[in-house]
Antibody, heavy 121, light 110 residues
Framework: QVLLVESGGGVVQPGESLRLSCAASGFIFSSYGFHWVRQAPGKGLEWVAFVRYDGSSEYYADSLKGRITISRDNSKNRLYLQMSSLRLEDTAVYYC??????????????WGQGTLVTVSS | QSVLTQPPSVSAAPGQRVTISCSGGSSNIGNNFVSWYRQVPGTPPKLLIYDNNKRPSGIPDRFSGSKSGTSATLGINGLLTGDEADYHCGAWDSSLSAWVFGGGTKLTVL
C-alpha cells in the first residue's frame, strides 16, 4: 500500500534553514506528482509547493517563493523541501501528499503523517 | 484569507444530512476539478471526493460531491457521530498556478 514518511522536522531558530524529506513506497514513485502542504497549529491547510512526476515543473505558493525549493529524486523514491530564512510563522506540520492520479494528476490523494517544524528563538 | 471560501462550522443531528459549501472563482472551481478532504485533528487529511464527485475506494456513498459554476458542495447523508471532523475543499487555480484550499469547516454532530 502507499506509504509516505516525512522526516527532517525539528526546532530551529529564525533565519536558519531546514530540509524536509519524504520517503515513498508502495507505488511507482516516478509516475506521480507530489505536493507539500503545511498546517500551522489550530489553522487550516496551506499549500506550499508541487512538483510534476518527472520534475519538469515546480510550483510554489507566492508567500513562500524565494525561500523554498521542492525537488525529487526518482532513483531514491524521495521528495524534498528545502526551506531557508525560516520565520516564526513557518511553524507548522508539513505534509507530503501524492497526487491522486498518475502522470499529470494534481489533486493530493495520499498523505503522510507529517513532520513538525518549530521556528523559535 | 483563503482563495476558496467555506463556512467555519456546520452542525446537524445524527442521521440527518448536512452540506458544506465551497465558493471560488473561474480560475479555480469554475474551470478545474474540486477535491474534498476530511481531517480529524491531530491526524493527516484524507481524500473523500476527487474530480468534483468521485469517491476513492473505501469511502462510503454517504459522502457525495457536486459542482455548479464556481461553487462546490460536499454532502453527507446519515450523519454519524464519527463524522465529526474538519472538512477542506481544494482545487487547482490556473491563474495562480497553485493548489488552493478553503479555510476548512468544522462539522459537529449534535
Amino acid at each position: 500500500q502507499v506509504l509516505l514518511v516525512e522526516s527532517g522536522g525539528g526546532v530551529v531558530q529564525p533565519g536558519e534553514s531546514l530540509r524536509l524529506s519524504c520517503a515513498a513506497s508502495g507505488f511507482i514513485f516516478s509516475s506521480y506528482g507530489f505536493h507539500w502542504v503545511r498546517q500551522a497549529p489550530g489553522k487550516g491547510l496551506e499549500w506550499v509547493a508541487f512538483v510534476r512526476y518527472d520534475g519538469s515543473s515546480e510550483y510554489y505558493a507566492d508567500s513562500l517563493k524565494g525561500r523554498i525549493t521542492i525537488s525529487r529524486d526518482n532513483s531514491k523514491n524521495r521528495l524534498y523541501l528545502q526551506m531557508s530564512s525560516l520565520r516564526l510563522e513557518d511553524t507548522a506540520v508539513y505534509y507530503c501528499a501524492k497526487a491522486r492520479s498518475i502522470w499529470n494528476g494534481l489533486a493530493p490523494g495520499d498523505w503522510g503523517q507529517g513532520t513538525l517544524v518549530t521556528v523559535s528563538s | 484569507q483563503s482563495v476558496l471560501t467555506q463556512p467555519p462550522s456546520v452542525s446537524a443531528a445524527p442521521g440527518q444530512r448536512v452540506t458544506i459549501s465551497c465558493s471560488g472563482g473561474s480560475s479555480n472551481i469554475g474551470n478545474n476539478f474540486v477535491s474534498w478532504y476530511r481531517q480529524v485533528p491531530g491526524t493527516p487529511p484524507k481524500l473523500l471526493i476527487y474530480d468534483n464527485n468521485k469517491r476513492p475506494s473505501g469511502i462510503p456513498d454517504r459522502f457525495s460531491g457536486s459542482k455548479s459554476g464556481t461553487s462546490a458542495t460536499l454532502g453527507i447523508n446519515g450523519l454519524l457521530t464519527g463524522d465529526e471532523a474538519d472538512y477542506h475543499c481544494g482545487a487547482w487555480d490556473s491563474s495562480l498556478s497553485a493548489w488552493v484550499f478553503g479555510g476548512g469547516t468544522k462539522l459537529t454532530v449534535l
